[in-house]
């Protein structure tokens, strides 16, 4: 990968009501959409291997708490070093992220109909992807939702914590579709940021940019279908 330098301001575009060549915009989403897809596709592949091969399903149940751990550590690792590691680091991590991500989603389906997936993935794709358009033509900013967006964040990942210890059906619902409603906030916020260069401005590239929003956009994506399978599906 090159690097193509941008000037790193001491505020974003956004933030300074600076908007981009509508090519150079378009250009942000499509690098970033093209990774974030190819991430879900590697995560799509290491789910059906898992699903397909009983020893993949062991070691995933096995140590189902060591890979969110080390899952968690690439995302903040990326997340935190991206101004530090080139372009093509982090987008390596990000695919070794992907595919661990794989292994667990592929454990987590297995607990459900194919009914239910087929149903969820679906609903997530519509919600994701008209969140995507309305955060990509809407002339409203969305800067001020990201305060919003991250206490709420906070707020469902404490209420699923203490749901591991108290097991209420009904506060696990709820926790689902305030998930829901976050997280397909988060991809018309996240989108936007891309396509207003606000990546590429605080990573001073845009390849880097490019990984880091597919990043985000790719856990908007997960998350969001995540959730809806805990509100639609059916356990086996």
Known sequence: MSQNQFPTPFATP??????PDARLASAFLTQAFVWMFAGLLVTAGVAWAVQSNERLLEFAANN???????QLGLVLGISAGINRINATLALALFFVYAATLGITIGLIVMAYTQTSVVTAFLSASAMFGAA???????KRSLAGLGGILFMGLIGILVA????IFL????????????????FTALT?????????GDLAARTGSMEKA?????LHLY???INLFLFMLRLVGNRN
């Open 160 to 163: 699923s914590l203490l749901n």
């Open 14 to 19: 956004s933030a300074l009501g600076v908007r």
């Open 167 to 182: 097991g209420n059906s009904m506060l696990s619902w709820v926790i689902a579709v305030v998930g829901v409603v976050i």
């Open 219 to 221: 856990l908007d994506f």
């Open 188 to 196: 018309a916020y996240d989108v936007q940021r891309i396509q207003a």
């Open 132 to 138: 995507a358009l309305y955060g990509a033509t809407t």
């Open 210 to 214: 490019a990984v880091i929003g597919a």
């Open 64 to 70: 189902f708490f060591i890979l969110f751990i080390a």
